[in-house]
């Protein structure tokens, strides 16, 4: 199991959580239910506090890359990295940037590699992308998918004291990144706290013996597409294999609308990714 400040708080609608805290009697986790979740009884105050947003940023290589001379590639190369290095390098510790990259080179089709980006602004996102679309190695990206999301306390499980009860994340370290964009029915909504609740219980109950994945669960509701993203670090990619296949037999599971694409990122240094390319 991570330590705490490693492991974000909780697990969104639907998705895996391994390693889950025991009760005080060494059984299942104690949880916690919102009997009000959209407001109406308590006309909750709107909660205006820092937290973290994170991005998801693929991009793809143009194959003509491949074709400019060595020493040509290798200038651009060294110019991509630099410019990559500089935005969580150069900014101020108050920022709270943090990065971390991953090849999908072999594994996916339509990326080639991933720099997964946290920060307390959204716009710290744009400079992060203007440093890169300024350098020459640009000129040769794509970027098929980018998704962006936030963090915030999970309404089905109990706080864990440590990393801003659950708002704060600090990656983990894991060789493999399991990620994917997650997007519920609107017929869980129509049920009740309480049987959402029940189905999180069991959830969550049936993920505890997975203690080498480590999950971080965001929130994109109205600033993307997905309701959630959802990524998974580990070290041991069959044991999340086992993780979601024993998930699918949950009674949640009836209420995913959508869990695709899903992407298996290898953690890479931005210079081992580049000499991987071309």
Same mark, same amino acid.
């Given at each position: 199991?991570?330590?705490?400040?490693?492991?974000?708080?909780?697990?969104?609608?639907?998705?895996?959580?391994?390693?889950?805290?025991? #009760?005080?009697?060494?059984?299942?986790?104690?949880?916690?239910?919102?009997?009000?979740?959209?407001?109406?009884?308590?006309?909750?105050?709107?909660?205006?506090?820092?937290?973290?947003?994170?991005?998801?940023?693929?991009?793809?290589?143009?194959?003509?890359?491949?074709?400019?001379?060595?020493?040509?590639?290798?200038?651009?190369?060294?110019?991509?990295?630099?410019?990559?290095?500089?935005?969580?390098?150069?900014?101020?510790?108050?920022?709270?940037?943090?990065?971390?990259?991953?090849?999908?080179? #072999?594994?996916?089709?339509?990326?080639?590699?991933?720099?997964?980006?946290?920060?307390?602004?959204?716009?710290?996102?744009?400079?992060?992308?203007?440093?890169?679309?300024?350098?020459?190695?640009?000129?040769?990206?794509?970027?098929?998918?980018?998704?962006?999301?936030?963090?915030?306390?999970?309404?089905?499980?109990?706080?864990?004291?440590?990393?801003?009860?659950?708002?704060?994340?600090?990656?983990?370290?894991?060789?493999?990144?399991?990620?994917?964009?997650?997007?519920?029915?609107?017929?869980?909504?129509?049920?009740?706290?309480?049987?959402?609740?029940?189905?999180?219980?069991?959830?969550?109950?049936?993920?505890?013996?997975?203690?080498?994945?480590?999950?971080?669960?965001?929130?994109?509701?109205?600033?993307?597409?997905?309701?959630?993203?959802?990524?998974?670090?580990?070290?041991?990619?069959?044991?999340?294999?086992?993780?979601?296949?024993?998930?699918?037999?949950?009674?949640?599971?009836?209420?995913?609308?959508?869990?695709?694409?899903?992407?298996?990122?290898?953690?890479?240094?931005?210079?081992?990714?580049?000499?991987?390319?071309?």
């Amino acid at each position: 199991m991570a330590d705490e400040q490693q492991r974000p708080q909780g697990a969104p609608e639907g998705a895996p959580q391994g390693g889950g805290r025991p #009760g005080a009697g060494g059984g299942r986790p104690k949880m916690m239910v919102d009997l009000d979740p959209s407001g109406q009884v308590t006309q909750r105050e709107p909660d205006r506090a820092k937290r973290q947003f994170l991005n998801y940023a693929f991009f793809r290589l143009d194959p003509a890359f491949r074709r400019l001379p060595r020493e040509e590639q290798a200038e651009l190369k060294a110019e991509f990295a630099a410019a990559a290095a500089s935005w969580e390098a150069e900014a101020p510790r108050e920022a709270g940037r943090i990065q971390r990259s991953y090849s999908l080179v #072999g594994v996916r089709g339509d990326a080639d590699f991933m720099l997964w980006r946290i920060a307390f602004d959204v716009r710290d996102f744009t400079e992060a992308q203007g440093r890169l679309n300024r350098t020459r190695l640009a000129g040769y990206l794509t970027q098929p998918y980018n998704f962006i999301s936030m963090q915030k306390r999970s309404q089905y499980v109990n706080r864990v004291e440590g990393s801003g009860h659950g708002l704060e994340l600090l990656p983990g370290e894991g060789q493999f990144l399991f990620i994917y964009p997650f997007v519920k029915t609107r017929a869980w909504y129509d049920l009740t706290p309480l049987a959402r609740q029940g189905m999180m219980d069991e959830h969550i109950h049936a993920s505890t013996p997975f203690k080498g994945v480590r999950i971080n669960t965001s929130y994109s509701y109205g600033i993307d597409d997905q309701e959630f993203i959802v990524s998974f670090d580990s070290d041991y990619p069959q044991e999340f294999v086992d993780l979601v296949h024993r998930l699918r037999y949950t009674e949640a599971s009836n209420y995913t609308l959508s869990d695709t694409p899903m992407f298996t990122c290898v953690k890479r240094t931005v210079d081992e990714i580049l000499a991987d390319l071309a």
